[in-house]
T-cell receptor, first 111, second 113 residues
């Protein structure tokens, strides 16, 4: 199906483990983003990418790593998960002028 | 820096009531402004947008007008339905910058029959 797909939808992991959240889009949009959604904070930008091999930090990037070797994929890795990274993570893509299109989200719980 | 402030929720209305959700922004120049809607268990969907002063965005009976003089982009609907129950987010994209969006904290709307 066309669109933006995140996997997994739900994930429980232990403190200290490395976790990778996947994001795939079929539109060939140049921009991709990772946001986290927390009660009382709305959505906060973790990382974004303007094109393949171009990434930049957002406002809450500590503890996260991204890569973008192909236009359609933008995985987010938590290097050593902490309880404060328990959140709902949204991937989005956009093309200039249209606004962003969001995936369904990944609910991550760190225990 | 750029920021968005929207009214705190939750907002509870009866069906067919009038809805206003206030949104103001801080940004230099002329940002683009957006309203997104999030239904339970889903991602955000673009509801409407405006890219220049005095533009009115509209969709599904919702409207918002870009007011540069008051730095506002309030969301309105004349007659809400139970199916409008969701969380609404106001957002801006800075003029001339990347496609990054800055979001408000969201307003939860519940519409009762």
């Amino acid at each position: 199906d066309a669109g933006i797909t995140q996997s997994p939808r739900y994930k429980i992991t232990e403190t200290g483990r490395q976790v990778t959240l996947m994001c795939h889009q079929t539109w060939s949009h140049s921009y991709m983003f990772w946001y986290r959604q927390d009660l009382g904070h709305g959505l906060r930008l973790i990382y974004y990418s303007a094109a393949a091999d171009i990434t930049d930090k957002g406002e809450v990037s500590d503890g996260y790593v991204v890569s973008r070797s192909k236009t359609e994929n933008f995985p987010l890795t938590l290097e050593s998960a902490t309880r404060s990274q328990t959140s709902v993570y949204f991937c989005a893509s956009s093309i200039q002028g249209l606004g962003a299109f969001f995936g369904q989200g990944t609910r991550l719980t760190v225990v | 820096g750029n920021s968005v402030t929207q009214m705190e929720g939750p907002v509870t209305l009866s069906e067919e009531a009038f809805l206003t959700i206030n949104c103001t922004y801080t940004a230099t120049g002329y940002p683009s402004l957006f309203w997104y809607v999030q239904y339970p268990g889903e991602g955000l969907q673009l509801l409407l947008k405006a890219t220049k002063a005095d533009d009115k965005g509209s969709n599904k009976g919702f409207e918002a007008t870009y007011r540069k003089e008051t730095t506002s982009f309030h969301l309105e609907k004349g007659s809400v339905q139970v199916s409008d129950s969701a969380v609404y987010f106001c957002a801006l994209r800075a003029q001339g910058g990347s496609e990054k969006l800055v979001f408000g904290k969201g307003t939860k709307l519940t519409v009762n029959p």
